[in-house]
T-cell receptor, first 115, second 111 residues
Framework: GAVVSQHPSRVICKSGTSVKIECRSL??????MFWYRQFPKKSLMLMAT?????????EQGVEKDKFLINHASLTLSTLTVTSAHPEDSSFYIC???????????FGPGTRLTVT | GQQVMQIPQYQHVQEGEDFTTYCNSS?????IQWYKQRPGGHPVFLIQ?????EVKKQKRLTFQFGEAKKNSSLHITATQTTDVGTYFC???????????FGDGTTLTVKP
């Protein structure tokens, strides 16, 4: 099956700093990538959808200036959490979708802790 | 906006019992996908249903798509401990241009 990697798997940062998370599709071209937050024992909250070469579409309530998304190639998307605060601590998961497919392939997630 | 509701939120069963989770959408869907997330893991794609009334099987798992394409179900026959995890449905709405995930049903199996 399709493989999506995510890096780093865990990161601890201080309040006020920025953190970049990478999401890569390893064996297929991801025309669309999605970024989610998942709280403990909760569902996936879609943050934004990014299509290669165009600006990301953010969900209502998600600050685009705080969560910067770049989808520069068909295999890489990045999420930068700027000026992170403790309330940004969460599990961030990316997923990728190729071509005309609807199914999404998820990365292993990144556990962000802001101290 | 589009809403996808999933019930129950939690289900505890004895090994060998059957399990069903239901997914209901506020809008007509073009397709529905099902995912499984094991504890500590990430969601893994299981299957996609496209046609009205479609039924698909994967070993002990049976997936159904309603005639009106607004609801779906996942049924597991004779659960095993390896079935534990959270099962998510995701309904795709063409007008919205995206898939919306349900809140998931977390299954625990007592050996």
């Amino acid at each position: 099956g399709a493989v999506v990697s995510q890096h780093p798997s865990r990161v601890i940062c201080k309040s006020g700093t920025s953190v970049k998370i990478e999401c890569r599709s390893l064996d297929f071209q991801a025309t669309t990538m999605f970024w989610y937050r998942q709280f403990p024992k909760k569902s996936l909250m879609l943050m934004a959808t990014s299509n290669e070469g165009s600006k990301a579409t953010y969900e209502q309530g998600v600050e685009k200036d705080k969560f910067l998304i770049n989808h520069a190639s068909l295999t890489l998307s990045t999420l930068t959490v700027t000026s992170a605060h403790p309330e940004d601590s969460s599990f961030y998961i990316c997923s990728a979708r190729g071509g005309q497919q609807y199914e999404q392939y998820f990365g292993p997630g990144t556990r962000l802790t802001v101290t | 906006g589009q809403q996808v509701m999933q019930i129950p939120q939690y289900q505890h069963v004895q090994e060998g019992e059957d399990f069903t989770t239901y997914c209901n959408s506020s809008t007509t869907l073009s397709n529905i996908q099902w995912y499984k997330q094991r504890p500590g893991g990430h969601p893994v794609f299981l299957i996609q249903l496209v046609k009205s009334g479609e039924v698909k099987k994967q070993k002990r798992l049976t997936f159904q798509f309603g005639e009106a394409k607004k609801n779906s179900s996942l049924h597991i026959t004779a659960t095993q401990t390896t079935d534990v995890g959270t099962y998510f449905c995701a309904g795709h709405n063409t007008n919205a241009g995206k898939s919306t995930f349900g809140d998931g049903t977390t299954l625990t199996v007592k050996p």
